[in-house]
């Protein structure tokens, strides 16, 4: 299996642009996490997947980030407008079905963002 | 005070020696996690643990529910081992993850 994968693994755009960053996670897997690390306050959990469906986005910042799996191969997460303190390192993760929320989590490479 | 602390927050030693890293947490969990983070950025999850002990290969990982406490382990370390370890656990009211500040650890040969 070729693990998670993540695209694009790097990303400059300038302030206000939107940015779609993708997520492809290990086939079979069908819980989906996105995460945020910044130096400033480590790894965030922004928001997860189970089913497809999203359980917890708690961990969004706010309405300009947006996140969708619109099947159990594939997830986006959207900024749009945006910001340079969005600048992070952003990272995906799967985990296989099981009855538990948080099970063994396989991370993908992440995508470094960089918003001038 | 942070609901996970871990120690040390940063560690050097040489290559060979015993490592120990230490996670303590005041929440009730229903499991705990270690991670590794490369120089690179790469996370790579090394254990689950809700009980007792794991191993693989040179690392081993124990957790003591009671104490709330656990250890992250590596015998025989090498430069390869270099990398940041973070702690997590998930909190049995809600699933919530909380993260530790990772310890970075250096091994020189």
């Known amino acids: 299996d070729a693990g998670v994968i993540q695209s694009p693994r790097h990303e400059v755009t300038e302030m206000g642009q939107e940015v779609t960053l993708r997520c492809k996670p290990i086939?079979?897997?069908?819980?989906l996490f996105w995460y945020r690390q910044t130096m400033m306050r480590g790894l965030e959990l922004l928001i997860y997947?189970?089913?497809?469906?999203?359980?917890?986005d708690s961990g969004m910042p706010e309405d300009r980030f947006s996140a969708k799996m619109p099947n159990a191969s594939f997830s986006t997460l959207k900024i749009q407008p945006s910001e340079p303190r969005d600048s992070a390192v952003y990272f995906c993760?799967?985990?296989?079905?099981?009855?538990?929320?948080?099970?063994?989590?396989?991370f993908g490479p992440g995508t470094r963002l960089t918003v001038l | 005070k942070n609901e996970v602390e871990q120690s040390p927050q940063n560690l050097t030693a040489q290559e060979g020696e015993f490592i120990t890293i230490n996670c303590s947490y005041s929440v009730g969990i229903s499991a705990l996690h270690w991670l590794q983070q490369h120089p690179g950025g790469g996370i790579v999850s090394l254990f689950m643990?809700?009980?007792?002990?794991k191993k693989h290969g040179r690392l081993i990982a124990t957790i003591n529910i009671q104490e709330k406490h656990s250890s992250l382990h590596i015998t025989a370390s090498h430069p390869r081992d270099s990398a940041v370890y973070i702690c997590?656990?998930?909190?049995?009211?809600?699933?919530?993850?909380?993260w530790g500040a990772g310890t970075k650890l250096i091994i020189k040969p």
């Open positions: 993760a799967s985990s296989s079905p099981t009855l538990e929320i948080y099970n063994e989590q396989f």
């Open positions: 997947f189970n089913n497809n469906v999203p359980i917890d």
């Open positions: 643990l809700s009980s007792g002990k």
């Open positions: 086939s079979g897997h069908n819980s």
């Open positions: 997590a656990v998930v909190r049995d009211s809600n699933y919530q993850l909380i």
